[in-house]
Each structure stands twice: as C-alpha cells, then as structure tokens.
C-alpha cells in the first residue's frame, strides 16, 4: 500500500502540495519528490516532458505511477526527440509505471529500462503494464540490461527501424499479454544479449513487416550480459502466443540454449521460411541453438521448419498443420496469463532520507498477488485466488484458460482446476483484477500437478476436492 499519494494535473503548479486539491503540474516533479512506497496519480491530460527515474523504491514499498483517470487517459509526449520519453535508469529499482499513452521521440525509445556504470548496476523490479505506445524510430519498449522485468498487457505499434519490444541482456523477466502490431523493419517482440529465465506467453503479434519473435539474435560483445558465454538467450518458455499475419518467419530461434516453444498458433506468415533455427555468429563465435523443443503448436503449412547445418534438431511433439487454433486455445491479446513465475525479487534492504512529508491520502489500486498449489494426477483443486490479494473494490476479473486442464466457478471467489487426464506436470493460468476506473493488476496461478516440489504446507491459498 502507498505510505505516499502524490497527484499530478494539467492544472496543476510547481510547487504545489501534491494532494488531489494541489497537485503538481509536472510528472518529472512528483517523481524527483517521490520516496519508497509513493503512488503518483497522474490525471488524464497530454504532458509534453521526457521522464527519467533515477532513483526507486524497494521490493515490500515500490514507486508507482499511474495514469489516474484510466489507461491511456494520461498522455506522455517526449519535449526532446533527442532522449528517451520514459527512461529507468540503474540504480532505480522496483517501480511500477502503469495505463499512459506514450509517444516515441524521433531518434530514441518510447520507455526504455537501462544499467549504468558498465553494466555494474542494473535495475530490478521494474513493471510496464496497461500502456499505449506510439513508437517512431526506436523501440517501443527496451530493456538495455535488467532483473526481474516484467512488460505486461501493452499495445505496443509503429516503430519504423526497431523492435517493437526489446530485451537485451534480461534475467527472470516475463513479456506476456501484449499486442504488438506495424512494426516495420525488425522483429515485433526479441530477446538477446545474454538473457536466461524468460517468459514469453499470450501476445499477440500481427501485420509486421518482418519478424514475429527473434529468440536470440547477434549482439555485440560490449552489449552481452556479462558473464555469458555460448548463448545468446538460455532457458526462455514461450506459450500461448499467436502471430497473425508476419512478412518474414513468424519465430527465428538464433544461438537459443534450453527453448521450449509449446502451445502456440502461427498463420498467415509471408515468408517461404516459417519458422528457423540456427546460430548467432557475426559478432562473436558462432552460437548454436540447443535443447529447442516445439510442442503443441499449430501452423497453417507442412513443412514449417528449417535448421541450418551444425545445429542440433530441435524436438518435435504434438503439432499441428491444419491452421486450426490449438485446443482450448482463448483469445488473450490485450491481457496477460501465464507460466512458471520467475524466482522471487530478493529484497536489498534501503536507507532513505525522507522528504518533505506529503498528505496520505486513501485512493487504493488492485493488487493481485500470485498463486500456488498443487494436486496429484486427475484430480481437482480449489483454490482461493483472492485469499492474498488487497481488499479492493473491483469491477471485474478476467480469468485466461490453462494450456493443460480446464476452469470454473468454485463459489466464494475460488477456482475449480481439473487437468487433463493423464496430464502431469505444470499448469498455469492469470487473472485480471479490473476497478471501476479500468486499472488493472494481473497474477499468475501455479499448479503442479502429480509433482513433489509443492506442498500443501508451502502454500495456504487452495485445498483439494
């Protein structure tokens, strides 16, 4: 919960108090003046300024800032074509930036979450959900080294010489629910540079000039996470996805080690290649793609893969050549479900000096928190997604289908989950908390079926039927 509220309006001033009844005029300003644990609500209005975070909160009291109003009531346009519109630069960790249309400037990145000092600090915890991204040249969403990221329930357009969204060098970090579409000359969604622990599920990626999603690529030596060493991404899960409509190969899995790409639809590609597999040289030895397993997808074509010469044959299980959407599949563009939740944020302890106190005030968003449980081979579970969520007052909630088993209504705000039969292993669904004025929060539910990792005592939010 926010320990500080801090408003901003276009009627606003410098200066100001910074209550609902004073607020500043600035965004720049409220995040200069905000400490661990603020909110800042941004009222809906067009605030011509380049923001830039330098400092953050802390992993139990982030920084958040909000388009107050609803997504996209709050507009961000760049005042230097020259900077980036957003920028998160390390040491800034644990922020939340949530619901505001953004302009790309004309040479940089629309929001752009960098390291500093070599690479020697990089940000954690950092949030982009629930936002409109106009981009120009740069990317629309690039991640220049960073943990723990998570880029949420975007719609993402328009970049005329980058990607669409970019991670380079990023570790236990998930892109999962956005929409991404007018991308001209590269890839809509990549990552590269040394990232390993990626999620990738449920985007919808359609009319692009040329890739759908790169998993890999061929980063420089200077840009490579340090410490990497044969690969350019390791241990991505990608899932539930869907490209509709891309003019080069709707995937290209470049020097990927440990890629699983399972459950998820591609048609309508423009390129003879559908989908590759194959090394990142150039910049560095050349790289190969290794343990790459494709799973219960479907294509709308027969021959659908090429593996250059010298890498290993990926897997193959359970795909589809008929077109048809895989089954079970949901239409998720625009809200994000899920996977395996990265590992937990380790919290750094912060010394911080405070400000000027500032009016606490009461306005409240939707938390929702992740879940867990686990049952034995065909057998339901209940579980009680809201146990550990904020009490709020929330409009709706929008629940994704689980790749594996099937959902319903177990009264009382739980959840009914039955697997397959004969399924065994993990299983993961998301639901959407939505209030009244359309602010989001969504959470990934876990479920472990017929394993021994997870027990009844490790988690208190479910109970078997």
Same mark, same amino acid.
Do not use: C
């Given at each position: ?9 276009? +009627? ?10 004073? *607020?500043?005029?600035? /965004?720049?300003?409220?995040? =200069? ?23 953050? $909160? ?6 958040? %800032? ?24 390390? *040491? ?20 752009? /979450? ?25 990317? @629309? &969403?690039?991640?220049?080294? @960073? ?5 949420? =329930? ?27 579409? $007018? ?20 985007? +919808? ?58 459950? =998820? ?9 559908? &989908? ?8 560095? #030895? ?18 659908? %893969?090429?593996?250059?010469? $010298? ?22 563009? @625009?809200?994000? *479900? ?27 968003? *939707? ?23 904020? #009490?709020?007052?929330?409009? +709706? ?13 177990? @009264? +009382? ?19 959407? %908390?939505?209030? #009244? ?29």
């Amino acid at each position: 919960m926010a320990t500080n509220i801090i408003w901003v309006a276009k +009627n606003g001033r410098a200066g100001a108090l910074g209550t609902e009844s004073s *607020p500043l005029a600035s /965004i720049q300003e409220a995040i =200069n003046k905000a400490t661990p644990g603020t909110t800042i609500m941004v009222k809906g209005g067009v605030y011509t300024e380049n923001v830039k975070f330098s400092k953050g $909160g802390t992993a139990s009291a982030p920084i958040t %800032l909000v388009s107050a109003d609803g997504p996209s009531k709050a507009e961000i346009k760049p005042a230097s074509g020259s900077a980036d519109t957003i920028r998160v630069q390390a *040491p800034a960790n644990y922020i939340t930036i949530d619901g505001f249309k953004v302009y790309g400037p004309s040479s940089k990145d629309s929001v752009h /979450i960098t390291s500093s000092d070599n690479m020697t600090k990089i940000s954690t915890g950092i949030t982009i959900q629930n936002m409109e991204i106009l981009a120009t040249s740069g990317d @629309g &969403i690039k991640v220049s080294q @960073g943990d723990h990221i998570k880029i949420l =329930n975007n719609k993402v357009s328009g970049s005329t010489s980058e990607q669409g969204i970019d991670l380079v060098g990023a570790t236990h970090s998930v892109i999962s629910g956005n929409d991404v579409s $007018g991308i001209a000359t590269m890839a809509a969604i990549q990552v590269k540079g040394g990232s390993y622990d990626i999620e990738i599920s449920y985007n +919808n990626v359609h009319n692009t000039g040329k890739w759908g999603f790169l998993v890999g690529g061929v980063t420089s030596p200077s840009s490579l996470l340090p410490g990497t060493t044969d690969y350019e991404v390791k241990d991505v899960r990608m899932f539930g996805n869907e490209v509709d409509g891309s003019a080069a190969q709707a995937v290209r899995v470049m020097g990927g080690t440990n890629v699983k790409i399972s459950g =998820n639809w591609f048609h309508d590609v423009g390129s003879s290649r559908f &989908i590759d597999v194959l090394a990142a040289a150039d910049q560095h #030895a050349a790289w190969v793609s290794k343990n790459v397993t494709f799973e219960n997808n479907s294509f709308d074509r027969t021959s659908w %893969l090429t593996v250059e010469s $010298g890498n290993p044959q990926p897997i193959q299980s359970g795909n589809i050549t008929s077109g048809v959407a895989p089954a079970g599949w949901a239409d998720n563009s @625009g809200i994000a *479900p899920s996977t395996p939740t990265p590992a937990p944020i380790p919290s750094t302890p912060t010394t911080t000096t405070p400000s000027t106190p500032l009016p606490t005030e009461t306005t409240k968003l *939707p938390m929702a928190r992740d879940d867990k449980a686990s049952t034995s081979v065909g057998t339901a579970v209940k579980i009680d997604i809201l146990a550990n969520d904020d #009490a709020i007052a929330w409009a +709706n909630a929008k629940i994704t289908n689980p790749l594996y088993g099937t959902l319903k209504s177990g @009264g +009382n705000d739980t959840i009914v989950y039955t697997p397959k039969t004969g399924f065994k292993g993990v299983d993961t669904f998301k639901y959407t %908390l939505t209030d #009244a004025d359309g602010h989001q929060s969504t959470a990934t539910v876990t479920v472990d079926v017929g394993g021994t990792t997870i027990t009844k005592t490790s988690w208190a939010d479910y109970f078997l039927l």
